[in-house]
T-cell receptor
Framework: DTGVSQDPRHKITKRGQNVTFRCDPI?????LYWYRQTLGQGPEFLTY????????KSRLLSDRFSAERPKGSFSTLEIQRTEQGDSAMYLC???????????FGSGTRLTVV | GQQVMQIPQYQHVQEGEDFTTYCNSS?????IQWYKQRPGGHPVFLIQ?????EVKKQKRLTFQFGEAKKNSSLHITATQTTDVGTYFC??????????????FGKGTLLTVNP
């Protein structure tokens, strides 16, 4: 148990469908990140929240992607009109105030068919 | 963002042999972090280096940060099968503010033959 929970662990969806992933961070960690990882690559930054404020979004995050963190607790990442290129592992990571090493969740593996 | 390049991409060793992975940047890095990801798992934070020439050890693992802060290495002495996984280096953005966004290298996949 890493302390960062992600749900679901796996998601298979048909192209064009919408999907939503959830991340529950370690309670005292105010910084929350979403990363995407494809096979053979390192994690790529998608977006960052400090408490409830979304402070940065990557250019990788097209307008089909939206993320929220209401009340600065759990976060959701939604992908609309999924495409096969969206197939990847979506990782949530959190960081404590004054901390520097990320704590990653187990990820959600998305397969778009 | 700051790009970090890792070599080699893959490394296969016999159990008991040493292993080294290298991380390089064309620009000066504010810090370097190392993560390990087991097959099917998620990245796990190992260590952060911030000072020029810094060397840190964790049991059989030795981490170094170059004098110019443009490169780093992770060395494992006498590998064991439990060392199998992908080792990533990552550097924190210099964009300022409170965003501790990390840019990851592509990783080095280590496999160990028992």
């Amino acid at each position: 148990d890493t302390g960062v929970s992600q749900d679901p662990r796996h998601k298979i969806t048909k192209r064009g469908q919408n999907v939503t992933f959830r991340c529950d961070p370690i309670s005292e960690h105010n910084r929350l990140y979403w990363y995407r990882q494809t096979l053979g690559q390192g994690p790529e930054f998608l977006t960052y929240f400090q408490n409830e404020a979304q402070l940065e979004k990557s250019r990788l995050l097209s307008d089909r992607f939206s993320a929220e963190r209401p009340k600065g607790s759990f976060s959701t990442l939604e992908i609309q009109r999924t495409e096969q290129g969206d197939s990847a592992m979506y990782l949530c990571a959190t960081l404590a105030v004054g901390g520097y090493g990320y704590t990653f969740g187990s990820g959600t593996r998305l397969t778009v068919v | 963002g700051q790009q970090v390049m890792q070599i080699p991409q893959y490394q296969h060793v016999q159990e008991g042999e040493d292993f080294t992975t290298y991380c390089n940047s064309s620009t000066t890095l504010s810090n370097i972090q190392w993560y390990k990801q087991r097959p099917g798992g998620h990245p796990v934070f190992l260590i952060q280096l911030v000072k020029s020439g810094e060397v840190k050890k964790q049991k059989r693992l030795t981490f170094q940060f170059g004098e110019a802060k443009k490169n780093s290495s992770l060395h494992i002495t006498a590998t064991q099968t439990t060392d199998v996984g992908t080792y990533f280096c990552a550097s924190r953005s210099n964009s300022g503010g409170s965003n501790y966004k990390l840019t990851f290298g592509k990783g080095t996949l280590l496999t160990v033959n028992p």
